[in-house]
């Protein structure tokens, strides 16, 4: 029953939608540490969302060392202070397969259960890279200026990362678009799976099966279909 819904959900054509859109950058970068950087942004409406798009390049040692990393991001309500909550309420991963070496590219990370966000509520993603050193590391597209104003680019520290009172941040923001799919159309396509499956699976391929139907940034800021 499960393959039946989902093809079903499929073959409707329903395209998600960009809801924030970050693309200036001006360099890539390395802001992965430990699970303690990300990005603050805040929804601009309701609906489901249900990944984020990056732009990445591989980092490395150089030639003879692999180029960047599998990375998990981690998607995070905000506590009363600000920042952070420990616990995920999504969670997105992309693979060392997915990065170039030589330039960045856009890269849509897919969470494992959509989350309902609200508009004007803010949010946080956090991301985790699987290697460093000579291993290989991601690198980011961001810039500084604070081109954003919905958020910004933090690192947590380092002494109990998630009780810390305030952000840490340079005026930069990461290049980044957030991927939703808008009410009402999320609760009439997508309440018949959520409801009659147990597992996430389901769910996590009609979204995946979702990404060529979304329109995406080429690396200078344009759109491609």
């Known amino acids: 029953m499960a393959a039946i819904i989902v093809a079903s959900f499929a073959a409707t054509g329903m395209a998600a939608s960009v809801d924030v859109s970050q693309l200036a950058y ?33 980092g490395s040692w150089g030639a003879t060392f692999p180029a960047g990393s599998d990375a998990t991001v981690r998607l995070r309500e905000l506590g009363a ?14 693979f060392r397969a997915d990065i170039d070496r030589d330039q960045p590219k856009w890269i ?3 969470f494992d259960v959509p989350y309902q966000q609200s508009a004007g509520v803010q949010l946080a993603f956090m991301i985790e890279d699987a290697t460093a050193g000579e291993e ?10 604070d081109p954003y104003a919905g958020g910004q680019l933090f690192h947590l520290g380092w002494s109990d990362p998630f009780a810390t009172p305030n952000l840490s941040t340079n005026g930069y923001d990461l290049a980044f678009e957030t991927l939703i799919v808008p009410e009402p159309i999320a609760f009439a396509m997508l309440a018949p799976v959520l409801l009659l499956t147990a597992s996430r699976s ?16 080429t690396v200078d800021g344009s759109s491609v279909t």
Do not use: C, E, H
């Open 26 to 58: 001006q360099g890539v970068g390395d802001i992965s540490q430990g699970d303690r950087s990300g990005q603050t942004f805040t929804p601009t409406t309701d609906g489901l969302l249900i990944g984020i798009r990056l732009l990445v390049q591989g």
């Open 81 to 94: 202070n600000g920042v952070p909550i420990v616990s995920a309420v999504a969670v997105g991963r992309y």
């Open 108 to 110: 849509d990370v897919m």
């Open 136 to 145: 290989g590391w991601s690198n980011f597209g961001m810039k500084n200026g």
């Open 202 to 217: 389901p769910v996590t391929l009609a979204f995946q099966s979702m990404r060529s139907r979304i329109n995406g940034p």
